[in-house]
T-cell receptor
Framework: QKEVEQNSGPLSVPEGAIASLNCTYS??????FFWYRQYSGKSPELIMS??SNGDKEDGRFTAQLNKASQYVSLLIRDSQPSDSATYLC????????????WGLGTSLAVNP | DTGVSQNPRHKITKRGQNVTFRCDPI?????LYWYRQTLGQGPEFLTY????????KSRLLSDRFSAERPKGSFSTLEIQRTEQGDSAMYLC??????????????FGSGTQLSVL
């Protein structure tokens, strides 16, 4: 059973701090990784994708991938209250490129 | 590009009734997915289309669920004889699958179904 695991949280950080969200996956041959943000009652919104080991930066967001350790993380710099949401990690199934394997999400609360 | 559009946004129905949802994907996207999500869970895969062909359907999906994508454009998801356990957010996503392009899924706003 291929799995993606995330700490459910809630993760609480003060405004302006760095929020660090982590995700581990079981299938070591996975190649494509995604972070989605989901506000309560809304649909998931793609915020980052990463395919190679190392860091990928986009504005205040940095995705980090370590395939040897099978983890992918998301850093949010200068956290804002509007970043308060659930962050879902998704990993493309290497055996079926049409499928994403989803974590249950980490709830982030940024306190003003 | 107006994004993925889903209708209706909310649907309340009585148990045993049939419901149909519509999804209009991003125009150039050739893949279309239906997912279902309940509170505290990640999206659960239901079915997938490449153009007009339905190529995969979750084994968890009962015979009461059917989906179509005529002409490879919009898609409909029908649930017959709804049950209370069908209450969930139904999400449609689309993507562009081409050689050399990393596929990314973009979701619509979802249809929240409540079965009374």
């Amino acid at each position: 059973q291929k799995e993606v695991e995330q700490n459910s949280g809630p993760l609480s950080v003060p405004e302006g701090a760095i929020a660090s969200l982590n995700c581990t996956y079981s299938d070591r041959v996975s190649q494509s990784f995604f972070w989605y943000r989901q506000y309560s009652g809304k649909s998931p919104e793609l915020i980052m994708s990463i395919y190679s080991n190392g860091d990928k930066e986009d504005g205040r967001f940095t995705a980090q991938l370590n395939k040897a350790s099978q983890y992918v993380s998301l850093l949010i710099r200068d956290s804002q209250p509007s970043d308060s949401a659930t962050y879902l990690c998704a990993v493309k199934d290497a055996g079926n490129n049409r499928k994403l394997i989803w974590g249950l999400g980490t709830s982030l609360a940024v306190n003003p | 590009d107006t994004g993925v559009s889903q209708n209706p946004r909310h649907k309340i129905t009585k148990r045993g009734q049939n419901v149909t949802f519509r999804c209009d994907p991003i125009s150039e996207h050739n893949r279309l997915y239906w997912y279902r999500q309940t509170l505290g869970q990640g999206p659960e895969f239901l079915t997938y289309f490449q153009n007009e062909a339905q190529l995969e359907k979750s084994r968890l999906l009962s015979d009461r669920f059917s989906a179509e994508r005529p002409k490879g454009s919009f898609s409909t998801l029908e649930i017959q004889r709804t049950e209370q356990g069908d209450s969930a957010m139904y999400l449609c996503a689309s993507s562009l699958r081409r050689v050399g392009i990393n596929e990314k899924l973009f979701f619509g706003s979802g249809t929240q179904l409540s079965v009374l």
